[in-house]
Protein backbone atom coordinates (compact mmCIF):
# COMPACT_ATOMS: atom_id res chain seq x y z
CA UNK A 1 0.00 0.00 0.00
CA UNK A 2 0.90 3.38 -0.77
CA UNK A 3 2.66 5.57 2.03
CA UNK A 4 0.21 8.67 3.30
CA UNK A 5 1.25 11.87 4.72
CA UNK A 6 -1.18 14.04 7.02
CA UNK A 7 -0.60 17.13 9.06
CA UNK A 8 -0.58 15.80 12.68
CA UNK A 9 -3.18 18.43 14.00
CA UNK A 10 -5.44 20.85 12.74
CA UNK A 11 -8.17 23.24 14.53
CA UNK A 12 -11.45 24.00 12.85
CA UNK A 13 -14.42 26.17 14.15
CA UNK A 14 -17.85 24.82 14.89
CA UNK A 15 -20.09 25.37 12.01
CA UNK A 16 -17.71 25.69 9.03
CA UNK A 17 -15.63 23.23 6.47
CA UNK A 18 -12.83 21.08 8.36
CA UNK A 19 -10.64 20.42 5.09
CA UNK A 20 -8.04 17.55 5.89
CA UNK A 21 -5.37 17.05 3.33
CA UNK A 22 -3.57 14.07 2.48
CA UNK A 23 -0.49 13.63 0.23
CA UNK A 24 0.05 9.86 -1.29
CA UNK A 25 2.45 10.98 -4.30
CA UNK A 26 3.77 7.09 -4.58
CA UNK A 27 -0.04 5.73 -5.18
CA UNK A 28 -0.57 2.85 -7.70
CA UNK A 29 -3.57 3.16 -10.38
CA UNK A 30 -5.35 0.18 -8.69
CA UNK A 31 -5.30 1.96 -5.45
CA UNK A 32 -7.77 3.63 -3.40
CA UNK A 33 -7.91 6.43 -1.14
CA UNK A 34 -9.74 5.41 2.00
CA UNK A 35 -10.41 8.17 5.02
CA UNK A 36 -11.29 6.72 8.63
CA UNK A 37 -11.75 8.46 11.99
CA UNK A 38 -11.36 7.70 15.46
CA UNK A 39 -13.03 9.62 18.07
CA UNK A 40 -11.41 9.01 21.22
CA UNK A 41 -11.37 5.75 23.32
CA UNK A 42 -13.73 4.38 20.33
CA UNK A 43 -12.93 2.21 17.57
CA UNK A 44 -11.94 3.68 13.82
CA UNK A 45 -14.92 4.79 11.64
CA UNK A 46 -15.38 4.53 8.22
CA UNK A 47 -16.03 7.49 6.36
CA UNK A 48 -15.30 7.61 2.41
CA UNK A 49 -13.66 5.84 0.11
CA UNK A 50 -12.60 6.88 -3.68
CA UNK A 51 -10.20 6.23 -6.70
CA UNK A 52 -10.48 9.29 -8.84
CA UNK A 53 -13.49 10.83 -8.61
CA UNK A 54 -14.85 13.32 -6.22
CA UNK A 55 -17.20 11.16 -3.81
CA UNK A 56 -19.74 12.42 -1.25
CA UNK A 57 -21.64 10.77 1.67
CA UNK A 58 -23.65 11.81 4.09
CA UNK A 59 -20.78 12.67 6.35
CA UNK A 60 -18.36 14.08 3.81
CA UNK A 61 -16.94 14.67 0.66
CA UNK A 62 -13.54 13.55 -0.70
CA UNK A 63 -11.74 15.68 -3.30
CA UNK A 64 -8.89 13.68 -4.95
CA UNK A 65 -6.41 15.72 -7.50
CA UNK A 66 -6.54 14.76 -11.10
CA UNK A 67 -2.81 13.19 -10.87
CA UNK A 68 -4.47 11.71 -7.49
CA UNK A 69 -1.32 12.38 -5.75
CA UNK A 70 -2.85 14.12 -3.06
CA UNK A 71 -6.36 14.06 -1.78
CA UNK A 72 -8.76 16.23 0.88
CA UNK A 73 -11.42 15.08 3.11
CA UNK A 74 -14.07 17.81 3.54
CA UNK A 75 -16.45 17.87 6.84
CA UNK A 76 -19.10 20.73 5.17
CA UNK A 77 -20.14 21.66 8.56
CA UNK A 78 -17.68 20.25 11.63
CA UNK A 79 -19.45 20.07 15.05
CA UNK A 80 -18.18 19.55 18.26
CA UNK A 81 -18.47 15.51 17.73
CA UNK A 82 -15.96 15.89 14.66
CA UNK A 83 -13.20 16.62 16.85
CA UNK A 84 -11.22 12.85 16.37
CA UNK A 85 -7.93 11.44 14.81
CA UNK A 86 -8.47 11.23 11.12
CA UNK A 87 -6.88 8.55 8.91
CA UNK A 88 -6.02 8.55 4.84
CA UNK A 89 -5.55 5.02 4.29
CA UNK A 90 -4.10 3.99 0.65
CA UNK A 91 -5.61 0.54 -0.27
CA UNK A 92 -5.42 -1.73 -3.77
CA UNK A 93 -8.97 -2.93 -4.85
CA UNK A 94 -9.82 -5.39 -4.92
CA UNK A 95 -9.35 -5.99 -1.54
CA UNK A 96 -10.23 -9.54 -0.83
CA UNK A 97 -10.44 -8.69 3.01
CA UNK A 98 -7.34 -10.90 3.67
CA UNK A 99 -5.14 -8.16 4.21
CA UNK A 100 -5.53 -5.60 7.68
CA UNK A 101 -5.42 -1.63 7.08
CA UNK A 102 -2.92 -0.11 8.42
CA UNK A 103 -2.81 3.06 10.14
CA UNK A 104 -0.46 5.83 9.86
CA UNK A 105 -0.39 8.49 12.83
CA UNK A 106 -3.14 10.92 11.38
CA UNK A 107 -4.47 14.08 11.43
CA UNK A 108 -6.16 15.10 15.14
CA UNK A 109 -8.61 17.33 14.28
CA UNK A 110 -10.04 19.91 16.78
CA UNK A 111 -13.53 21.51 16.35
CA UNK A 112 -13.44 24.29 18.71
CA UNK A 113 -16.49 26.28 19.76
CA UNK B 1 -24.34 -1.39 7.32
CA UNK B 2 -21.94 -3.89 8.81
CA UNK B 3 -21.42 -3.99 12.47
CA UNK B 4 -18.64 -5.48 14.29
CA UNK B 5 -19.40 -6.26 18.26
CA UNK B 6 -16.29 -6.18 20.40
CA UNK B 7 -16.96 -7.20 24.32
CA UNK B 8 -16.45 -6.36 27.02
CA UNK B 9 -15.72 -2.43 26.25
CA UNK B 10 -13.50 -2.00 29.85
CA UNK B 11 -11.91 -4.86 31.77
CA UNK B 12 -9.51 -4.71 35.17
CA UNK B 13 -7.84 -7.77 35.82
CA UNK B 14 -5.03 -8.74 38.33
CA UNK B 15 -1.74 -9.65 37.09
CA UNK B 16 -1.00 -12.72 36.18
CA UNK B 17 -4.82 -13.62 35.31
CA UNK B 18 -6.42 -14.13 31.73
CA UNK B 19 -8.52 -11.58 29.93
CA UNK B 20 -10.74 -12.94 27.04
CA UNK B 21 -12.01 -10.21 24.73
CA UNK B 22 -14.72 -11.15 22.18
CA UNK B 23 -15.29 -10.31 18.76
CA UNK B 24 -18.76 -11.06 16.62
CA UNK B 25 -19.41 -9.61 13.03
CA UNK B 26 -23.28 -9.28 13.30
CA UNK B 27 -24.66 -9.20 9.83
CA UNK B 28 -21.65 -10.36 7.68
CA UNK B 29 -19.46 -13.36 8.15
CA UNK B 30 -15.60 -12.77 7.64
CA UNK B 31 -13.48 -15.42 7.39
CA UNK B 32 -10.57 -13.19 8.53
CA UNK B 33 -10.50 -10.89 11.47
CA UNK B 34 -7.52 -8.64 12.72
CA UNK B 35 -6.72 -7.50 16.26
CA UNK B 36 -5.04 -4.44 16.97
CA UNK B 37 -3.28 -2.52 19.76
CA UNK B 38 -3.31 1.25 20.32
CA UNK B 39 -1.50 2.64 23.41
CA UNK B 40 -2.15 6.13 24.59
CA UNK B 41 -1.50 8.54 21.90
CA UNK B 42 -0.16 6.10 19.45
CA UNK B 43 -1.94 4.87 16.23
CA UNK B 44 -3.49 0.96 16.04
CA UNK B 45 -0.77 -1.67 15.48
CA UNK B 46 -1.46 -4.88 14.18
CA UNK B 47 -1.29 -7.52 16.43
CA UNK B 48 -2.36 -10.50 14.53
CA UNK B 49 -4.49 -11.89 11.77
CA UNK B 50 -7.12 -14.42 12.54
CA UNK B 51 -8.43 -16.76 10.12
CA UNK B 52 -11.40 -18.87 10.68
CA UNK B 53 -10.79 -22.76 11.09
CA UNK B 54 -6.82 -22.17 10.85
CA UNK B 55 -4.07 -20.73 13.28
CA UNK B 56 -3.91 -17.16 13.23
CA UNK B 57 -0.60 -15.03 11.74
CA UNK B 58 1.18 -12.72 14.13
CA UNK B 59 2.96 -10.02 13.99
CA UNK B 60 6.62 -9.75 14.70
CA UNK B 61 7.10 -9.08 17.94
CA UNK B 62 3.68 -10.09 19.28
CA UNK B 63 4.18 -13.17 21.80
CA UNK B 64 1.45 -16.04 20.39
CA UNK B 65 1.68 -18.26 22.97
CA UNK B 66 0.77 -14.84 25.53
CA UNK B 67 -2.32 -13.85 23.12
CA UNK B 68 -4.33 -16.56 22.05
CA UNK B 69 -6.76 -16.27 19.06
CA UNK B 70 -9.27 -18.21 18.43
CA UNK B 71 -11.46 -18.14 15.50
CA UNK B 72 -14.09 -20.59 15.72
CA UNK B 73 -17.10 -19.21 13.47
CA UNK B 74 -17.67 -16.95 10.72
CA UNK B 75 -18.74 -14.82 12.88
CA UNK B 76 -16.55 -14.67 15.72
CA UNK B 77 -13.19 -14.31 16.88
CA UNK B 78 -11.17 -14.43 20.41
CA UNK B 79 -8.19 -12.85 21.84
CA UNK B 80 -7.34 -14.17 25.27
CA UNK B 81 -4.38 -12.38 26.88
CA UNK B 82 -2.82 -14.83 29.26
CA UNK B 83 -0.64 -13.95 32.48
CA UNK B 84 -1.64 -10.65 32.15
CA UNK B 85 0.96 -8.14 33.69
CA UNK B 86 0.36 -4.35 33.50
CA UNK B 87 2.44 -3.62 30.24
CA UNK B 88 -0.25 -5.47 28.55
CA UNK B 89 -2.55 -2.44 29.61
CA UNK B 90 -3.97 -1.21 26.31
CA UNK B 91 -7.09 -0.84 23.97
CA UNK B 92 -7.72 -3.80 21.64
CA UNK B 93 -9.53 -3.62 18.66
CA UNK B 94 -10.78 -5.84 16.76
CA UNK B 95 -11.65 -5.16 12.68
CA UNK B 96 -13.35 -7.26 9.79
CA UNK B 97 -13.77 -6.41 6.15
CA UNK B 98 -17.69 -6.17 4.92
CA UNK B 99 -18.33 -6.39 1.03
CA UNK B 100 -16.48 -2.43 0.68
CA UNK B 101 -14.72 -1.14 3.60
CA UNK B 102 -13.42 -2.57 6.75
CA UNK B 103 -15.43 -2.66 10.30
CA UNK B 104 -14.34 -2.09 13.61
CA UNK B 105 -15.16 -3.22 17.09
CA UNK B 106 -15.48 -0.44 20.02
CA UNK B 107 -12.53 -1.62 21.69
CA UNK B 108 -11.70 -2.92 24.73
CA UNK B 109 -10.14 -0.72 27.24
CA UNK B 110 -7.66 -3.36 29.55
CA UNK B 111 -5.97 -1.98 32.37
CA UNK B 112 -3.77 -4.92 34.19
CA UNK B 113 -2.92 -3.90 38.24
Known amino acids: DAKTTQPPSMDCAEGRAANLPCNHSTISGNEYVYWYRQIHSQGPQYIIHGLKNNETNEMASLIITEDRKSSTLILPHATLRDTAVYYC??????????????FGSGTRLQVQP | GAVVSQHPSRVICKSGTSVKIECRSL??????MFWYRQFPKQSLMLMAT?????????EQGVEKDKFLINHASLTLSTLTVTSAHPEDSSFYICSAKGLTEAFFGQGTRLTVV
Open chain 1, 89 to 102: IVRVSPDTGRRALT
Open chain 2, 27 to 32: DFQATT
Open chain 2, 50 to 58: SNEGSKATY
